[in-house]
């Protein structure tokens, strides 16, 4: 089936409104609210459920409104493709208003993917930053990849969900380098962890005590893009503070930890039973430790549109330390 073209998307996208409108007219008085701050484009495989993603967006539209195109690839075939337009509507908390969001769904095969950056660039909303989020990994591999993603400002990934650990950080190394705003999932799932991390190190009592070297051990159950930009963050924020820090990754552990020794100071952040549990000179303190889910992870990058100074430091620094340790 030929997709319509973006003139035709656009105008039922208008036609979209206009009956919104209208049946809201016909129920209340109150009428309906269009909500818009970026286009949200999301590439996921067909055979991804469609409910889970779309209660995924639905949770992010009322603090990132979107106009959001949802990018299904088929796989191998023949060139198919095709296109619905709806709204994702919301009604806040104590008001009788609804307020709205545009969605446009593409379906299409794996050869009719160089088709879709024309068919989304005139979609996008003017004036507004422009979000890629890849779901699906092999995109990144796939020949079309560089021109659609040359039509966002900003792309996010997920870096735990690529097979060779090493691979997946060179390569987004390599699209930084090519001028690339990137975000990463791997990389925002450690928030919690770095701020426990850092709450350590802003102690007085304890910055005191790091001698002139350290040692990291970062445990994960194996060797993952997570556990290596654990790593290569603790090495840079040691380094920035004078002390040269060797770093390894434990890749058999049974719990996620991240350790670390300096003369007769020793600090470790574990993962138990739901929990943070931080221990510094055999104290520990809990936290809770809430597993972040697609919607937290997404909430968090949409709030990022321009540059992340410190991933882009620790993802070069973590794309060095997977070479050496291959």
């Not at 539209?61 to 690839?73: C, D, K, N, Q, S």
């Not at 422009?130 to 990994?137: A, D, F, I, T, Y």
């Not at 990463?184 to 190190?201: E, H, M, N, P, V």
């Not at 968090?300 to 321009?306: A, K, Q």
């Amino acid at each position: 089936m030929a997709v319509a073209p973006p003139e035709k998307i656009l105008k039922e996208l208008a036609d979209l409104w206009v009956n919104t409108g209208k049946q809201q007219e016909g129920e209340a008085a109150h009428g309906v609210l269009r909500a818009c701050t970026m286009t949200l484009m999301v590439v996921t495989e067909d055979s991804e459920d469609p409910a889970g993603l779309g209660e995924t967006i639905a949770a992010l539209m009322p603090e990132h409104p979107a106009r959001t195109i949802v990018i299904r690839l088929t796989g191998a075939g023949e060139r198919s493709i095709s296109q619905r337009v709806f709204a994702q509507c919301w009604m806040p908390f104590g008001q009788r208003r609804q307020i709205c969001c545009e969605q446009v769904e593409i379906v299409c095969s794996d050869a009719s993917l160089g088709d879709v950056p024309s068919i989304v660039l005139p979609l996008e909303v003017p004036d507004l930053p422009v979000v890629l989020w890849c779901r699906s990994p092999r995109l990144l591999e796939a020949p079309e990849f560089p021109a659609l993603a040359a039509v966002a400002r900003r792309i996010v990934v997920d870096s735990g969900a690529m097979s060779n650990a090493s691979a997946a950080l060179n390569r987004l190394a390599e699209e930084t380098k090519r001028g690339r705003l990137l975000g990463d999932l791997a990389w925002t799932r450690l928030t919690r962890w770095r701020q426990a991390l850092s709450q350590i190190f802003e102690d007085p009592r304890h910055a005191g005590r790091l001698a002139g070297s350290a040692r990291i051990t970062i445990g994960d159950g194996a060797v993952t893009t997570r556990a290596i930009y654990m790593a290569a963050w603790m090495a840079g924020a040691l380094e920035s503070a004078g002390v040269k820090a060797e770093a390894r990754i434990a890749s058999h552990a049974q719990h996620a930890f991240a350790e670390l020794e300096s003369g007769d100071f020793r600090a470790r952040l574990e993962r138990q039973d739901g929990h943070l549990a931080a221990t510094v000179d055999g104290l520990s303190q809990c936290v809770l430790l809430t597993k972040p889910d697609d919607y937290l992870l997404m909430r968090e990058e949409l709030g990022i549109l321009g540059r992340d100074p410190v991933f882009e430091k620790t993802l070069a620094s973590a794309a060095r330390f997977a070479y050496a340790t291959e």
